[in-house]
């Protein structure tokens, strides 16, 4: 099985985002599992706190990460760029010499009420992952725009194009694993 952890952006009990997240689990490939992460008591980053070592939340966070075979991130657009409690998070996960993103396979999916879909928050997140070596799939991109007209009130997803891509990317993401896997085992 391949242990997939799924980071949210949103913390809103009804978020588009987390419906979508709640979509790409239901079309996963049945090798793939997702387990959501908590990130609501990550503290704002701080480097004298950090110099006395990783909070617990922190702590937890990476762990996680580090036992993962990828890592999905399902967000808004917050002004033209990533949501800043996720930005934190990622920021705390960078540090530290054995920082668990490097060479971890990532995917990115976001969506929107506006019409654009949250694409202006894909580029910013790839630059960010980047630089933390991690290993972001390309293409299918998701960009979910007019998302309250995709989901109804019960978060089930009624537009079968956004199903499509959701599901394309999620066959993708699979076939993505496998080969930085390959890429990273030993000759
Ligand atoms: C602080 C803030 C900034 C926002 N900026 C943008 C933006 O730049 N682009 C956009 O498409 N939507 C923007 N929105 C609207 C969000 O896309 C919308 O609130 C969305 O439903 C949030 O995602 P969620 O449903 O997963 O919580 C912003 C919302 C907030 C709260």
Known sequence: MLNIVGLCGSLRAASYNRMLMRLAESLMPASMKLQPLEWRDVPVFDADVFAKGFPPAVASLR?????????????????????????????????GEDQPFAGKPAAILTASPGPVGGARVQYDLRKVLLFVNAMTLIKPEVFVGNVASKFNADGQCTD??????????????????????RMAAPA
Request: aromatic share 12%.
């Open 63 to 95: 762990e996680q990460v580090r036992k993962a075979d990828g890592l999905l991130f399902v967000t808004p657009e917050y002004n033209f760029s990533i949501p800043g409690g996720l930005k934190n998070v990622i920021d705390w996960l960078s540090r």
């Open 160 to 181: 079968e194009t956004t199903r499509k891509f959701v599901g394309a990317q999620m066959a993708a993401f699979e076939q993505w694993i496998g080969a930085v896997k």
